[in-house]
Structure formats: structure tokens, C-alpha cells
């Protein structure tokens, strides 16, 4: 697979990117290296990582509880702290093994310790390789409000293995799927397809599916690195999406993950592209056919319709009180800052709860 670039970073693949790895390791001359997993990718990712780091510097692995509630400040000082008794320095480099939360977390640290050191993401999750580790955003959460503090930079490099996704476990696999599929559907009818033809998510199929991912989230990310213009339609099915997945949250027995609740969020905002933008009907059966073979069907009496729409309404990109939507045209093309009537609203809850 060849390289990819994100303005300056480059996105590296298998093999030749831990060959490039420690190349930049040799030529940098790091004084120390700190690699941060957490406890699933302490127990399943770092073995993999180390055996193929080749350096006599040393290396030093820091181990955070796995979850977004330790995405904080309390964390992030912890951290600092420890880098600071272990003597790193301007020249220490920061390697974040892990999912979302690791990366954006790590880059985090990493840009404000000593007014920023190198870092390096190496993402384990499907969601992280396709989505959190590529567009330069790293940050924490501050209370209830999930990315609220946080800086733009780049990493200098993003190393992308599927070796580390067999342990993943399968629902965080399909959370990283909607993110894929999400991106056929904004942006290129062709990549799309593909999933329409696929009977079953093998890790082979894997390795060219993510290739084509980050290289759609690349160009709608260099398009619009101000997030301005083009760049919002990566919120498509994220309206509905984060208001169902905050109200899961807040109700056990239906805990979405993220992925999950945008697949639901995509097929419901695909009913209101159906009826307002000019979407087909036999797109909107495609979409339907899709996500139903992958995520199942969801059920949300009126009273919890309700109570999302309500969610809705808090979400942090909405401008003033207007609810703004990424609907599609067609697939592969949107049609950003789009109003909806409430009473649509209910009739894509329908929809999406009919098998
Ligand atoms: N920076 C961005 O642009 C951006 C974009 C999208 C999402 N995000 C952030 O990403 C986070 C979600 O990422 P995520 O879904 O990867 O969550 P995550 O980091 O919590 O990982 C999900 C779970 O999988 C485990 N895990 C990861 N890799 C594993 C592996 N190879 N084997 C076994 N277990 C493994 C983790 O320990 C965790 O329990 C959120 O905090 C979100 O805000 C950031
Ligand atoms: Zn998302």
C-alpha cells in the first residue's frame, strides 16, 4: 500500500511503516521514548509494537484505564507528572497505541508537555485508524462535554496495522465500520458499492477498505482544514446520531456505542434526504439494506423520541437554537446545513425501527 499524507504527516502502512519508524527514531536521535496504551492495548497491542521498535534507547510503557470517562484532565496530569519523574525532556517522543480515546488523549499530553514534544499515533481500533487518528484533532473532555478542550496538530506519523484489529471485539469493529460506510455515502458512490456487495466483514477484506477510508477522510479534512465549509459533511448521521448515543447512555439496556448510534442516525437522516434533498428511493433502500445487515434494529417508544429530539437540540455544532442536518443528494454527495420539521423527524424514527 502506498503512503498517504496528511499535510505534512504521513500515514504509513504495515511493514514499511515500522521500517520508517525507526527511521525517524535513528534520525531523530530521540533522548527517550514513552509509548501509551491502555489496558486492553497494554494486553493485546504492545507486544506487537515492541517487537518492532529497533533502538537502545529506552522505552517506557504507561498503562491508563481503557474508556472515554479517563479522556480528562485528572488523566492528563497524571501523565505529565510521570513523564516529568522519568526525566523526559524537549526531545522525548510520545508513541499512543491505542483506539480514539488513546490518541486523542496522547496527542494531547504530547503537544502540551514542555510546550509540545513528538508524537506518534499508532491506532488500534478500526474507529481510530479510519477517523480519530487522521485530521490532526487531539483532545480531552471537560465534565459532561466530550472534546471540549483540545489543539490541532499533527502527529509526525500515523502507522496503520490491521494486525492489531483481531482482538478488538466485535462491536467496536462494527462502531468502526459505520464510520467507512458513512464515508461512501458522503463522498464516493464507488467505495460505497462495495459494501453493498459484501457478505460478511473478513480482516481481509479489511486492509483495502481501510485504504480507501482514510484517504476519503484525508481529502475532505485538506478541503477544509478550518472546518468552515466541506468538512461538515463528516456530521452526516452524526445529529441523530450522538443525540441517541447520549441518550443510550443515560439507559442501560440500550448502551450504543458510537458507531453503532451513527449507523442508526445515518438511516434515519437518509429517510429525511429521501424526502427533502432528492435522495431515491432505491438509495434509500440500499442504505437501509446495508445497515440492517450490520446493526440491528432499533426501537424507541414516543416518549424516548422525545426525549432524543430534545438531546438534539444541545448538540455543540448546532448554530443559535436551529438544528442544522447533512442530508445526501445523492450518494456519494450532500447537501449541508439542512432544516427539518419535527413531525419528519418521527416518521425517520419509523422507518428506521421497521425491519
Ligand atoms: N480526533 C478526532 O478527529 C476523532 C474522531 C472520531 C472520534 N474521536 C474520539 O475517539 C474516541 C473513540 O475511539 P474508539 O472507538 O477507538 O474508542 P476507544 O479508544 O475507547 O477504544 C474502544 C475500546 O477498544 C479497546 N481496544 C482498542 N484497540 C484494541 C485492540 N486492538 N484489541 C483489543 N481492544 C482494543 C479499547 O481499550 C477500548 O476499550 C472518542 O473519544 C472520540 O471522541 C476522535
Ligand atoms: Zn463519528
Redesign the pocket.
Known amino acids: 500500500m502506498q503512503n498517504l499524507h496528511i499535510e505534512t504527516c504521513p500515514i504509513l502502512f504495515k511493514d514499511k511503516a515500522y521500517l520508517e519508524l525507526n527511521e525517524l527514531i535513528k534520525n531523530e536521535d530521540y533522548s527517550s521514548i514513552f509509548i501509551l496504551t491502555?489496558?486492553?492495548?497494554q494486553e493485546?497491542?504492545s507486544k506487537i509494537l515492541l517487537q518492532q521498535i529497533k533502538t537502545v534507547k529506552p522505552i517506557e510503557v504507561f498503562e491508563i484505564e481503557?474508556?472515554?470517562k479517563y479522556?480528562h484532565l485528572e488523566t492528563c496530569v497524571s501523565l505529565w507528572e510521570t513523564l516529568s519523574e522519568m526525566g523526559a525532556d524537549r526531545h522525548s517522543l510520545l508513541i499512543n497505541l491505542?483506539?480514539?480515546?488513546?490518541t486523542?488523549l496522547g496527542g494531547f499530553v504530547a503537544s502540551c508537555f514542555r510546550r509540545g514534544i513528538d508524537f506518534i499515533h499508532v491506532p488500534?481500533?478500526l474507529?481510530?485508524m479510519v477517523?480519530?487518528s487522521i485530521?490532526g484533532?487531539?483532545g480531552i473532555g471537560l465534565g459532561a462535554l466530550?472534546?471540549q478542550i483540545g489543539i490541532i496538530r499533527n502527529p509526525k506519523m500515523i502507522l496503520v496495522d490491521s494486525n492489531?484489529?483481531p482482538?478488538?471485539?466485535a462491536n467496536?469493529l462494527r462502531?468502526?465500520l459505520a464510520e467507512m460506510v458513512k464515508h461512501g455515502l458522503i463522498y464516493d458512490q464507488g467505495y460505497w458499492n462495495k459494501f453493498l456487495h459484501l457478505d460478511k466483514l473478513t480482516l481481509s477484506d479489511l486492509d483495502a477498505l481501510i485504504y480507501e477510508s482514510i484517504q476519503i477522510k484525508i481529502s475532505v479534512v485538506e478541503q477544509d482544514p478550518t472546518e468552515n465549509g466541506i468538512r461538515k459533511i463528516l456530521n452526516f448521521g452524526h445529529t441523530l446520531g450522538h443525540a441517541i448515543e447520549s441518550y443510550s447512555h443515560t439507559h442501560h439496556q440500550k448502551h450504543l456505542l458510537?458507531g453503532e448510534a451513527i449507523a442508526i442516525g445515518m438511516l434515519m437522516e437518509a429517510y429525511l434526504s429521501y424526502k427533502l434533498t432528492g435522495l431515491t428511493e432505491t438509495e434509500l433502500l440500499e442504505i437501509k439494506q446495508v445497515i440492517q445487515k450490520y446493526y440491528p434494529t432499533p426501537s424507541f417508544s414516543v416518549d424516548e423520541r422525545k426525549k432524543i429530539i430534545d438531546l438534539m437540540k444541545f448538540d455543540k455544532k448546532n448554530k443559535g437554537s436551529q438544528i442544522n442536518f447533512v442530508l445526501l443528494k445523492k450518494i456519494g454527495e450532500c447537501a449541508i446545513d439542512q432544516q427539518v420539521e419535527n413531525e419528519l423527524i418521527h416518521e425517520a424514527f419509523d422507518y428506521a425501527s421497521k425491519a
Open positions: 491502555d489496558t486492553n492495548t493485546h497491542c481503557a474508556g472515554e479522556k491505542g483506539g480514539g480515546v488513546v486523542d488500534t481500533s474507529l481510530g477517523d480519530a485530521g484533532k487531539n466530550k472534546n492489531y484489529l482482538t478488538l471485539p467496536e462502531s468502526g458510537h
